[in-house]
């Protein structure tokens, strides 16, 4: 057996298909036992490798669609211990699902003719320009020994790991039907995660993602279920179909009540955003007006108990915390005033290095995306951030408002809200870097910008 390359028919390969077959499991074994931890955790991740090569050598969509579902409900493995202060690593099953899906899309480029690496789209420049920033600031950092090379390089890539995740969907979306089928397959991954949550709720603890460990981070769900509520919100406002919009309508609701069950004061945050540009960029203020009145309405009678005393507790300082912070005449709880803490230790670091920054764990954790850029890739990396994000925009408004194919328009007045989201909720969590979030935001980025593609290519017979 030979391979004759991608489903597109392009260029040909004349290495037989062992050959490929087994360079991929020797990068997946050297993985292995590259990870530290015990024999027992090599030979899974191991044997989870050599699984997601044959998947995803064989049947690259059977692949991204192991990667949609891993996204949410993916087990973790301890890399190491503390690598870098107050940080420690660690290794997902996806990681392994989307290293060796990239990995395997590498060799298919060496191998065949016209078969590119990465598509070419309107955001390579920006995230090539936030990835060489992110590399420059941290090698610095490590170069002034303000930054472990390891630590440092190790974060860099689980940040970029979702770049990764927006180009293997872009590189291989061949049509519409397609998009469709890997949306549905993302919403169902949403609703499991959502009826996982729903468990969670008697047990009177904040509701958190599966396979979030001990803790949890229900700021992370909060951030995740706000982005998703976006696209069906963006969905429901374009199409027409009655019997589809109750069916996002119903949805909605399903991931409000974990949403509020988060107690995620900066998920709160981030849904004003988000009505907000759904109001000015939609087509029905008048519904949405009557909509948000009669949640103002209904709020002091529905709004659960716990979701008003995290609102109103904000503003009581905790009696035996001796670090409250004030604004005014207004003191916080302990948890927003550690946050106002970290801000101020975050610029104080900033001063010290405005340019470059500390480099990327050169500064301990901080709760926000923008405090921690300026500490980490100074005014730099600020910058190549809010240049990605203004093309990001740019992009999905024209694509909102030129599209004459409605899962297009849908998809792009979602992500727009999506994207507003998380940049309020992004003032009290580190958004744009936590990989359960950015991975399902990359990917309907990549669907979006597919789909838009495809249509232009097509256009003007382009199929609704």
């Not at 070419?120 to 420049?125: A, M, Y």
């Not at 950015?438 to 017979?461: D, G, K, N, T």
Request: proline share 3%; with cysteine.
């Amino acid at each position: 057996m030979r391979i004759t390359g991608r489903e597109t028919g392009k260029g040909s390969a004349n290495l037989p298909v062992y050959v490929v077959l087994g360079l991929m499991i020797l990068f997946i074994t050297l993985l292995a036992f590259l990870v530290s931890g015990g024999m027992q955790l090599k030979m899974v991740i191991l044997i989870l490798g050599i699984i997601a090569t044959a998947i995803c050598f064989f049947n690259t969509e059977m692949a991204l669609y192991l990667i949609i579902f891993a996204m949410l409900f993916s087990p973790e493995f301890s890399f190491g211990g503390e690598i870098a202060e107050g940080r420690s690593l660690v290794l997902r099953v996806e990681d392994i699902i989307i290293l060796v899906t990239f990995f395997s899309w590498v060799l298919k480029t060496a191998l065949y003719e016209g078969v590119g690496l990465i598509i070419r789209t309107p955001l390579n420049r920006p995230i090539k320009i936030y990835v060489l920033v992110s590399l420059v600031t941290t090698l610095l950092g490590t170069i002034f020994g303000k930054v472990n090379l390891a630590s440092g390089l190790l974060y860099v890539f689980k940040y970029m790991e979702y770049f990764l995740v927006f180009f293997m969907f872009a590189n291989n979306i061949t049509d519409r039907d397609q998009v469709r089928r890997f949306v549905i397959a993302a919403l169902i991954v949403a609703l499991f995660t959502a009826l996982y949550a729903f468990i969670q709720i008697p047990l009177g603890a904040r509701v958190t993602a599966p396979f979030e460990g001990q803790n949890g981070e229900p700021n992370t769900l909060g951030g995740y279920l706000i982005l998703i509520i976006s696209v069906l919100a963006g969905l429901w406002t374009v199409y027409q179909d009655k019997r589809l919009r109750l069916i996002l309508v119903c949805f909605i609701g399903l991931l409000f009540v974990p949403f509020l069950f988060t107690l995620s004061r900066s998920s709160y945050l981030a849904a004003i955003p988000m009505f907000i540009t759904l109001f000015i960029f939609s087509d029905k203020k008048l519904l949405l007006s009557f909509l948000l009145f009669v949640f103002i309405l209904a709020t002091p009678f529905l709004l659960p108990e716990k979701v008003k005393g995290r609102i109103n507790e904000t503003f009581i300082p905790d009696p035996g915390f001796d670090k409250t912070e004030v604004i005014g005449d207004v003191g916080f709880d302990s948890s927003t005033s550690e946050r106002i803490y970290s801000f101020k230790y975050a610029m104080n670091k900033w001063r010290q290095h405005p340019l470059f920054g500390w480099g990327v764990t050169g500064v301990g954790l901080i709760d926000s995306t923008y405090f921690r850029l300026l500490a980490e890739m100074g005014l730099l990396g600020l910058l190549s951030f809010l240049y990605l994000i203004g093309v990001i925009g740019l992009y999905l408004y024209a694509a909102y408002r030129e599209s004459q194919d409605l899962l297009v328009k849908g998809l792009a007045l979602g992500m727009i809200a999506g994207t507003a989201a998380l940049l309020g909720h992004s003032v009290g969590a580190a958004s744009f870097i936590i990989v359960r979030i950015m991975e399902p935001y990359w990917f309907f980025m990549a669907c979006v910008i597919s789909l838009r593609q495809l249509e232009q290519a097509a256009s003007p017979a382009y199929e609704r």
